[in-house]
């Protein structure tokens, strides 16, 4: 029950924190902001102070900003339509780009807390061939057949190429001898691994710095990439996952500790801002199209057209979210 909540909590906050953007870069650049909602459906509770009305409501999942003259037209020199076109542009990717940031943040937190792995045995996975093969506790892997290993990453590099066949690796033991070791690898989900966990060791913050941009940039192709997958045909819908499948993801991260809830709600914040521009009718991305049309044809496009458009793309990605929803329950009960 505690993990539910803690779910709900993380998903509510990422969004939160996402609407958050739109709102302080609107304040900042003098659009006028109606509400910022917390949470969805009836409202229970509302406060009003200056322009803004803040408001709780009784599903607490999302939240929304309403600026002046976003879906409406507005005779105040303060609504979003009346604003130029750079100040509507940097609200509308504002929330991404928190995401963005918080994403980054997290990411430096859990390196300064965590450390980084390195290529030293912590342990075994129980299926794992590396003890019977001769690795111990404490081993320090230099080098993976002819390749030398300088950090955990090479390791995954150099096994996300094997299809199998055994792997040589020359070993620092613990005494400072070193020796050379055959193990075969195990097959676990379509991938060849060591079955082993690496140590930790603590860095300095430049280096969290160095290494949280590097998770990061890692994270954001490694979505970019899935998207492209997507849209060659080249990924099934069983393949994606929706709320349900983050929920659960999320709630089985909650049961190993807080180390994997942090690097999920970073991943979760990388897939929320690159998702929400991307250039589809309804998202941030599509808004962003409609101002770079409108500047290049010097007036701004009907809101009443624009919102009709919106509205479509918002029905569609409504109706994939069902579909995807639909599969994630097929995937959770074992359907495939």
């Known amino acids: 029950m505690i993990n539910i909540l803690l779910v709900i909590f993380i998903f509510l906050f990422v969004i939160l924190w996402h609407e958050f953007g739109h709102f302080s870069i609107a304040k900042m650049v003098g659009v006028k902001v109606n509400e910022f909602s917390i949470g969805m459906g009836p409202r229970i509770f509302h406060k009003k102070r200056g322009d803004t009305e803040y408001s709780f409501r009784a599903i607490p999942v999302g939240g929304f900003v309403s600026m002046e003259g976003e879906e409406e037209n507005s005779s105040d020199p303060r609504a979003f339509?009346?604003?130029?076109?750079?100040?509507?542009?940097?609200?509308?990717?504002?929330?991404?780009?928190?995401?963005?940031?918080?994403?980054?943040?997290?990411?430096?937190?859990?390196?300064?807390?965590?450390?980084?792995?390195?290529?030293?045995?912590?342990?075994?996975?129980?299926?794992?061939?590396?003890?019977?093969?001769?690795?111990?506790?404490?081993?320090?892997?230099?080098?993976m057949d002819?390749?030398?290993?300088?950090?955990?990453?090479?390791?995954?590099?150099?096994?996300?190429?094997?299809?199998?066949?055994?792997?040589?690796?020359?070993?620092?033991?613990?005494?400072?001898?070193?020796?050379?070791?055959?193990?075969?690898?195990?097959?676990?989900?379509?991938?060849?691994?060591?079955?082993?966990?690496?140590?930790?060791?603590?860095?300095?913050?430049?280096?969290?710095?160095?290494?949280?941009?590097?998770?990061?940039?890692?994270?954001?192709?490694?979505?970019?990439?899935?998207?492209?997958?997507?849209?060659?045909?080249?990924?099934?819908?069983?393949?994606?996952?929706?709320?349900?499948?983050?929920?659960?993801?999320?709630?089985?991260?909650?049961?190993?500790?807080?180390i994997q809830v942090l690097f999920w709600v970073a991943y979760i914040n990388i897939n929320l801002g690159v998702i929400n521009l991307l250039p589809l009718p309804a998202l941030d991305g599509g808004k962003f199209i409609f101002l770079i049309v409108e500047a290049l044809r010097g007036k701004p496009i009907s809101p009443s057209k624009e919102g009709y458009?919106?509205?479509?793309?918002?029905?569609?990605?409504?109706?994939?979210?069902?579909?995807?929803?639909?599969?994630?329950v097929l995937n959770l009960i074992g359907v495939k």
């Open 81 to 143: 339509q009346n604003s130029s076109i750079i100040k509507r542009m940097a609200i509308v990717v504002a929330g991404a780009t928190m995401n963005f940031i918080l994403g980054f943040l997290v990411l430096l937190l859990l390196y300064i807390m965590r450390g980084v792995d390195i290529p030293k045995i912590k342990s075994f996975t129980p299926e794992s061939n590396a003890p019977i093969s001769g690795l111990e506790v404490g081993d320090r892997i230099i080098k």
């Open 309 to 328: 458009v919106h509205l479509a793309g918002f029905m569609l990605l409504m109706i994939l979210l069902i579909v995807i929803t639909f599969q994630d």
């Open 146 to 258: 002819s390749n030398t290993v300088n950090s955990w990453d090479d390791v995954l590099t150099l096994m996300s190429k094997n299809s199998g066949e055994n792997v040589k690796l020359q070993i620092e033991k613990k005494d400072g001898s070193v020796n050379i070791i055959s193990i075969k690898p195990i097959e676990k989900e379509g991938r060849y691994m060591l079955g082993i966990y690496p140590d930790t060791e603590a860095i300095g913050i430049l280096s969290a710095i160095q290494m949280s941009g590097y998770t990061f940039r890692e994270m954001f192709m490694s979505l970019i990439n899935f998207l492209q997958s997507i849209f060659r045909g080249g990924v099934k819908i069983k393949d994606i996952s929706g709320p349900l499948g983050v929920v659960n993801v999320l709630v089985q991260a909650a049961n190993q500790g807080i």
